[in-house]
């Protein structure tokens, strides 16, 4: 089976993770992905080659001076042969490089730009780095115990999240047969995925709140608990999860969703209390077969190790394959390019 993406031509003048995220899935699909770097590279290979690789894998590396006219006209050429051309820098940058659809669409009327950028084109040029946004958005305040600081995750849930949507802006435009600008920024992807919470608030006047252990703010119990031996995250959504919850679990009472969200701390309280009587790992064998929500608490290495399906080889690199199955397709993993490795000669 053909690529998904075969025959699309994607630019990038991406750093470090947002933006070049959302193109290496594209690659991942098949598109032919052009990295534009400048002629020291993007700063990400500093941070590592293992770093670079798992964003860059099987892109093509093209150094410009965008700050000259011969490599001006250079990126002319590349997008009057191209789909699209995806940028994240400042947007100050994005513009004093000419990288807009008003700029480049003399080159080609069908370009679709897409602008990736910490809180909008017209927002100017506030640093919007990963945990900065999460603690402008209110994502930070939200995540952590109530009786300690406010946390942020161990990995870079803004940038990933906004390469995704990026990704996706950037093939609906090209799906529509019309170029164009389109506009994505790290602020506005964090507030969309606080969904709920915001309409909570917004027509029901309800904050959000920080909850011990990771609670939900609707489902009950929904958190994470300490057992016997490790910690089991349980999500139980309905009242039939419950019913199996509760039998395998030797619990009776709080029948109903509403009994149990109204009766919060007494359900957490004999829901701690059946848990600590196994280990983490036991009660997920023992729940799952029952079709509850549950898993024990594993550490990254666990899990790799455990499920090496979703590791693929990408040149000299081990590294987690594309999240998306298209059936009958089977990815191509190339390496990172070297910088300027497809420099015209």
């Known amino acids: 089976m053909s690529a998904p993406l075969e025959g699309i031509r994607v630019l990038e003048v991406g750093t470090m993770l947002a933006g070049p995220y959302a193109t290496m899935l594209l690659a991942d699909l098949g598109a032919e992905v052009t990295k534009i770097e400048p002629i020291r590279g ?60 008003d700029r480049l669409r003399r080159w080609n009327e069908q370009i679709v730009c897409v602008a990736l950028t910490g ?23 939200l995540t952590g115990d109530p009786a300690g600081p406010p946390t942020l995750p161990g990995y870079s849930a803004a940038d990933n999240s906004a390469g995704l949507t990026a990704a996706l802006g950037l093939l609906a435009q090209i799906v529509s047969g019309r170029g164009g600008q389109v506009e994505i920024s790290l602020r506005d992807v964090m507030l969309s995925q606080l969904n709920y919470h915001a309409s909570a608030y917004l027509n029901e006047g309800k904050s959000p709140q ?42 009776a009472g709080f029948e109903t969703m509403a009994e149990r969200v109204d009766r919060r701390d007494e359900v957490l309280t004999v829901v701690a209390a059946a848990l600590g009587t196994d280990t983490a790992v036991n009660w997920e064998a023992r729940l799952r077969p029952l079709g509850v929500p549950a898993a024990a608490v594993r550490t990254l290495p666990d899990v790799l190790e455990a499920d090496p399906d979703i590791i693929v ?30 420099d015209p000669v």
């Open 42 to 101: 993007d700063i990400s290979r500093q941070v590592g080659d293992a770093y670079f690789a798992s964003l860059n894998r099987g892109k093509r590396s093209v150094r410009l001076d965008l700050t000259t006219g011969r490599d001006q006209n250079r990126l002319g050429e590349l997008v009057a042969e191209s789909h699209a051309l995806l940028v994240n820098l400042k947007p100050s940058a994005i513009r004093r490089y000419g990288l807009t659809y």
């Open 119 to 141: 809180y909008g084109m017209a927002a100017g040029d506030d640093p919007a780095f990963d945990y900065v946004i999460q603690a402008a958005t209110g994502v930070a305040a």
């Open 210 to 251: 920080r909850r011990p252990h990771g609670a939900h703010s609707y489902y009950v119990p929904a958190q994470i608990f300490p057992t016997a031996d490790g910690h089991l995250a349980l999500f139980i959504t309905h009242d039939g999860f419950w019913r199996a919850f509760a039998q395998e679990a030797a619990v």
């Open 313 to 342: 080889s990408a040149g000299d690199y081990l590294l987690v394959g594309n999240p998306i199955r298209v059936a009958g397709y089977d990815p191509v993993y190339g390496p990172p390019p070297r910088l300027g490795e497809h």
